[in-house]
């Protein structure tokens, strides 16, 4: 009975998020464009399949994974479990934390490989590059990069370092390889930034950063507890832009050789 | 037929989610060394998840998608720039002002705001400034996706425009006060819903493949970018004005 009420409650706060868009779209059909939509039964019925599998995606989630994350990120950070019974700390000791800094770039990973957003975004990118760009080669380069940006913002909540630095470097960063990058690849990797960080990796990583900066002697939750989605969405830039710059290098290198042969 | 269509679509959930449950199960055993608590209820809310990915995929490709596209067709054709420049606000205003992440995100930066003696601790205070910051995300979000399909309109290469959005992230940064340059980071990155994203894809690759020399890759994508970056030069704008 109590997953009836917990689904019916997830179910009705994704309806509530659909609404904004069917007001919004039933307005414009009917003032703006006054004309039918093609395929409305394929449409709604395809309406209906999003919302109920993200409702269900979301209870499963909150029943089977997020429960157990969410411990493990706090039983991870615990001092106890990191500097063993019975000492007491005042310094965090940033080398003492590997198995967090693992578990961030784990979890990160993970959870951006299982990220609904990313994967239609992957769909499109593939469709519209008429495959040239795989979905699998997308996600992964971008879960690479989220794994990087939560491990090094746990890095920096355990050191307490000042968080806009690191976004300057990693704005710097994107800047000068946007100079280098192949053109048509930058407005995808821009987006890669800001889809990555929803449903899933959001509720985990937010407990990963608030369990850190809680436990860490001398940080304060309130200030050292943000950060993390701002890294989770810095870095797949970083990375999508880096492997399309590899791959484009790899390529000219290839036909410079074969020029080169070709010529003797 | 139709139970393989099924049954391969399964698959591919299955290996979306693999990882997720690989991470959780190592640490817990090898790292922690615990047992699973509630088999039974993991492996159960694990089929939900996996069924329900199924499901929404599926759905991107049926609804979704086409939706997005028809709407950008439609209103690309109809030939009125107002209007189409009214529907991308409006898409990115109200999918973001009810947005439970947002209210969450917002009603605890009020909280810091008001432990750090920022604003009055009073309860309408912290309120106003919760509903305020809420308001500038939900406007900026709006006025991102405006900018974007303006650009994809005009051409305009996006690149220049997002370099032009950090710096002007990097100035906010310094005369910004400290509480609020954490929360307007993360602003830009809880701010896009996953049906929003899917919705705002194919609105600009819809865009981008009807307009006359635009190409879907080059110039549909971007839309999200520019919803992610105003929200937090919008967010430090805020936390300046108010805290002077």
């Known amino acids: ?264 | 037929m139709i139970i393989t269509v099924i049954l391969k679509k399964l698959r591919a959930a299955v290996a979306d989610l693999l990882p997720i449950v690989l991470v959780i199960a190592f640490f817990q055993i090898v790292v922690l060394k615990q047992p699973l608590p509630h088999m039974g209820e993991v492996l159960f809310g694990t089929l939900l998840v996996v069924v329900g990915l199924t499901l929404f995929v599926q759905g991107l490709e049926m609804g979704l998608f086409p939706i997005g596209e028809t709407m950008a067709h439609a209103l690309a054709r109809k030939g009125s720039l107002f209007w189409l420049l009214c529907f991308a606000f409006a898409l990115g205003f109200s999918t973001t002002v009810a947005e439970p992440a947002l209210i969450a995100v917002a009603a605890e930066a009020a909280e810091i705001a008001g432990k750090g003696g920022l604003i009055d601790p009073g309860q309408e205070s912290l309120q106003r400034y919760a509903f305020g910051l809420r308001m500038s995300v939900a406007f900026s979000v709006g006025l991102a996706i405006l900018i974007g399909v303006m650009r994809i309109i005009r051409g305009w290469p996006i690149h220049y425009l997002i370099i032009g959005g950090y710096v002007l992230v990097m100035l906010m940064t310094i005369i910004a006060p400290d509480e609020i340059i954490g929360i307007a980071y993360d602003a830009g990155g809880v701010t896009t819903s996953t049906i929003t994203v899917p919705l705002v894809a194919a609105l600009g690759v819809g865009l981008a493949s009807i307009i006359k020399g635009r190409s879907p890759l080059v110039d549909g994508f971007g839309l999200i970018a520019f919803a992610s970056l105003l929200p937090m030069i919008f967010v430090m704008g805020y936390g300046v004005i108010i805290f002077g």
Not at chain 1, 7 to 28: G, M, N
């Open chain 1, 1 to 264: 009975m109590g997953f009836i009420h917990d689904f019916s409650k997830i179910l009705f706060a994704t309806c509530r998020d659909v609404l904004p868009i069917i007001l919004l779209i039933t307005c414009f059909q009917l003032v703006v464009l006054r004309q039918p939509i093609p395929h409305l039964r394929r449409l709604v019925v395809g309406g209906v399949y999003v919302v109920l599998g993200l409702a269900l995606f979301l209870a499963g989630l909150e029943k089977a994974l997020f429960p157990l994350g969410k411990i493990m990120a706090t039983q991870l950070s615990d001092p106890v479990f990191i500097y063993g019974a019975g000492k007491e700390v005042l310094q965090a000791d940033w080398k003492a934390y590997g198995w967090v800094y693992l578990f961030a770039a784990m979890i990160g990973f993970a959870t951006t490989i299982a990220e609904p957003s990313l994967i239609a975004v992957a769909y499109k990118a593939n469709e519209v590059s008429a495959g040239t760009i795989s979905q699998w080669g997308l996600r992964l380069t971008v879960a690479v990069g989220v794994a990087f940006g939560i491990s090094l913002g746990t890095f920096r909540i355990v050191t307490g370092t000042p968080l806009y630095l690191y976004i300057l470097i990693g704005y710097m960063i994107v800047i000068v390889q946007t100079l280098f990058a192949p053109k048509s690849i930058i407005p995808l990797a821009y987006d890669s930034g800001g889809v990555t960080t929803s449903t899933v990796t959001v509720p985990l990583v937010a407990a990963l950063g608030l369990g850190l900066s809680a436990t860490v002697p001398g940080r304060n939750p309130a200030l050292d507890g943000f950060g993390l989605i701002a890294f989770a969405s810095l870095c797949p830039i970083i990375t999508v832009l880096g492997y399309s710059q590899f791959m484009h290098w790899r390529v000219q290198r290839k036909t410079k050789i074969r020029e080169k042969r070709d010529a003797l």
